[in-house]
């Protein structure tokens, strides 16, 4: 079973940027696509940013132009930069395969506020 552990959450100012990163452990990292998901408190998990082995991209329309994701195969890691964040990002921020293959990890905790 991967292991994922997700971190560089913090407390930010709107206008501000946040690096997200996620290990997992486990060469098999590098088959799949992975992904970034989010939860508010009182909503769903929601997919905010994908990306396949050849690392093309993809992002919900709420993130699109400020939030950049990335891996690296070779060292088991996908990130996110987030930047002009703003208080509706605010979340608890995971990493998982886009069919949520692996049991989740303990997310990371993003707020944005003033």
């Known amino acids: 079973q991967v292991q994922l552990v997700e971190s560089g959450g913090g407390l930010v100012q709107p206008g501000g940027s946040l690096r997200l990163s996620c290990a997992a452990s486990g060469s098999i990292f590098s088959i799949y696509t992975m992904g970034w998901y989010r939860q508010a408190p009182g909503k769903q998990r929601e997919l905010v940013a994908s990306i396949t082995v050849g690392g093309s991209t993809n992002y919900a329309d709420s993130v699109k132009g400020r939030f950049t994701i990335s891996r690296d195969n070779a060292n088991h890691t996908v990130s996110l930069q987030m930047n002009s964040l703003k208080s509706d990002d605010t979340a608890a921020y995971y990493c998982?395969?886009?069919?949520?293959?692996?049991?989740w990890g303990q997310g990371t905790q993003v707020t944005v506020s003033s």
């Open positions: 998982n395969t886009i069919s949520q293959r692996w049991r």
